[in-house]
Nanobody, 125 residues
Framework: QVQLVESGGGLVQAGGALKLSCAASGGTFNRYAMGWFRQAPGKERALVSA????????YYTDSVKGRFTISRDNAKNTVYLQMSSLKPEDTATYYC??????????????????WGQGTQVTVSS
């Protein structure tokens, strides 16, 4: 059973940057694909970025390509989402999710059995 705890959210002006962290415990971290999802009020939860359990393959939704970077530090059991050039439409609650031996192309929330509690990102215009 993997426990996930996100941190790093906050309020930032448009054009700014934030780095989200997700610390994992209770499992063998390097066996897990990790995903960052986001959910805005009234919208469905959607995958923003993912990194495969091997750490080589990554996925980005089109709207964040070139602005967000996902990475993982297996020694620290942590996955990161570096967000830059933030836009008001990036405002959402961001969730970290995990799936054992998953690939980066698993884009649906139902593919991930383990979830963090979420961290709020608010981008002001």
């Amino acid at each position: 059973q993997v426990q996930l705890v996100e941190s790093g959210g906050g309020l930032v002006q448009a054009g700014g940057a934030l780095k989200l962290s997700c610390a994992a415990s209770g499992g063998t971290f390097n066996r897990y694909a990790m995903g960052w999802f986001r959910q805005a009020p009234g919208k469905e939860r959607a995958l923003v970025s993912a990194i495969a359990w091997g750490g080589i393959s990554t996925y980005y939704t089109d709207s964040v390509k070139g602005r967000f970077t996902i990475s993982r530090d297996n020694a620290k059991n942590t996955v990161y989402l570096q967000m830059s050039s933030l836009k008001p439409e990036d405002t959402a609650t961001y969730y970290c999710a995990a799936r054992q031996f998953g690939s980066a192309t698993m884009t649906t929330p139902s593919a991930y059995p383990y979830w963090g509690q979420g961290t709020q990102v608010t981008v002001s215009s």
